[in-house]
């Protein structure tokens, strides 16, 4: 999925591209967006394809089309201060944008069935932190990465809810009510399920 916007030489090309077709509409997930080079995220003999709006997988990293990460982003409408779940994280990218938004005040979990994917994601944030030109800008939440399975976990009177849920990784109906239990009233959750969001 993606291609709705042309491919950028950069980072900064291929955002301008995504708010020039209205992918992007709110400045502050603009404002992420170019915080978080997409190229970071991606094996080095791969980095050519980071700036094209198109999905990319190799082995178990994937990442999605630039364009679907918009339109989550603007419809999960994250806050300061959030308290914020990514089910199947991967390779954090999303999950670095979301704790740029939410600060140093929300909370960012992240679990990811492959151990493998928990690793480099926390690889990945580190270089982040340590290459972003414009991370001194931002009061930054740190993703907290886990492995696990999402489906094992029980819930009751004692489970933290979350104000935003993104599942990135498909789901059957079935399940569904598994993750809503997760989210506080009045929260928003963004889900794909049967492959329809």
Not at 142 to 168: M, Q
Not at 172 to 192: F, M, Q
Request: net charge negative; proline share 3%; charged share 20%.
């Amino acid at each position: 999925m993606g291609g709705s916007v042309s491919s950028g030489k950069n980072n900064d090309e291929l955002i301008d591209n995504l708010v020039e077709a209205g992918l992007i509409k709110t400045k502050s997930v603009e404002r992420v967006f170019r915080a978080v080079d997409r190229g970071i995220y991606y094996l080095p003999n791969f980095k050519d394809a980071a700036y094209r709006d198109l999905a990319w997988r190799e082995g178990l990293i994937h990442l999605s089309a630039p364009c679907v990460y918009s339109r989550v982003l603007e419809a999960l409408a994250i806050e300061p201060d959030n308290s914020f779940l990514n089910v199947g994280s991967g390779t954090g990218y999303f999950s670095t944008m979301v704790g740029l938004i939410i600060g140093s005040n929300g909370i960012n979990h992240n679990i990811e069935l492959h151990k493998e994917l928990v690793d480099y994601a926390k690889q990945k944030l580190v270089e982040f932190v340590n290459s972003s030109a414009r991370f001194d800008d931002f009061d930054f939440c740190i993703p907290k990465f886990a492995s696990g399975n999402i489906l094992d976990l029980s819930v009751d009177s004692e489970t933290f809810l979350y104000d935003r849920i993104y599942v990135g990784v498909g789901i059957t109906s079935e399940h569904e009510h598994l993750i809503t239990r997760l989210l506080k009233i009045g929260g928003i959750l963004v889900i794909p399920i049967n492959d329809t969001v």
